[in-house]
């Protein structure tokens, strides 16, 4: 069974503090996104990764950064944390799923920063 | 980033009755469309594909494309209360890259 794993739930952060949101999927994807998602914006594309130690921008990659060191993981970073960042954060793995190219998410991290 | 429009408000059905969701997109080059569904906390599921014009039954779900109009929409018959979720359009925007709509809200009332 595919498996998208996000290693906290709910993560509560202080102002300023670095922030690291880990991702790690089964599928030997090569692609690897991350979205946050917020009431009445949908899905906005932070980051993602096409392989190894590549990363691209998404539409709202400003104050995030991310690290694909490893094929299974994709790491979010937020440098700085502020409260505009509290979200809820989905990593997806995109790949061949039922005769379909898919996106598989991970369960989710709902952050607040105070 | 191209477009995903996903306009209308919250949709309330009775059960048994059809909910019509519409989804329409601005590159004209895009492929391939999916509908995810979404419940309150959860993250985001796959439930439709479509690749062709016309349309594509699954179960009590059909989405169906219009490429000429830029336009896919999907129609869930016989609603049930569990198909009370957001429902996603996503499109493929090439390598891989789904651009999503912001989703509409189906509540369906016993």
């Known amino acids: 069974d595919v498996k998208v794993t996000q290693s906290s739930r709910y993560l509560v952060k202080r102002t300023g503090e670095k922030v690291f949101l880990e991702c790690v999927q089964d599928m030997d994807h090569e692609n690897m996104f991350w979205y946050r998602q917020d009431p009445g914006l949908g899905l906005r594309l932070i980051y993602f990764?096409?392989?190894?130690?590549?990363?691209e921008k998404g539409d709202i990659p400003e104050g995030y950064s991310v690290s694909r060191e490893k094929k299974e993981r994709f790491s979010l970073i937020l440098e700085s944390a502020s409260t505009n960042q509290t979200s809820m954060y989905l990593c997806a793995s995109i790949g061949f799923g039922r005769a379909v190219t898919e996106a598989f998410f991970g369960q989710g991290t709902r952050l607040t920063v105070v | 980033q191209k477009e995903v429009e996903q306009n209308s408000g919250p949709l309330s059905v009775p059960e048994g009755a059809i909910a019509s969701l519409n989804c329409t997109y601005s590159d004209r080059g895009s492929q391939s469309f999916f509908w995810y569904r979404q419940y309150s906390g959860k993250s985001p599921e796959l439930i439709m594909f479509?690749?062709?014009?016309g349309d594509k039954e699954d179960g009590r779900f059909t989405a169906q494309l219009n490429k000429a109009s830029q336009y896919v929409s999907l129609l869930i018959r016989d609603s049930q209360p569990s198909d009370s979720a957001t429902y996603l359009c996503a499109v493929n925007e090439g390598n891989n890259r789904l651009a999503f709509g912001k989703g509409n809200q189906v509540v369906v009332i016993p």
């Open positions: 990764s096409y392989d190894v130690k590549m990363k």
């Open positions: 479509i690749y062709s014009n």
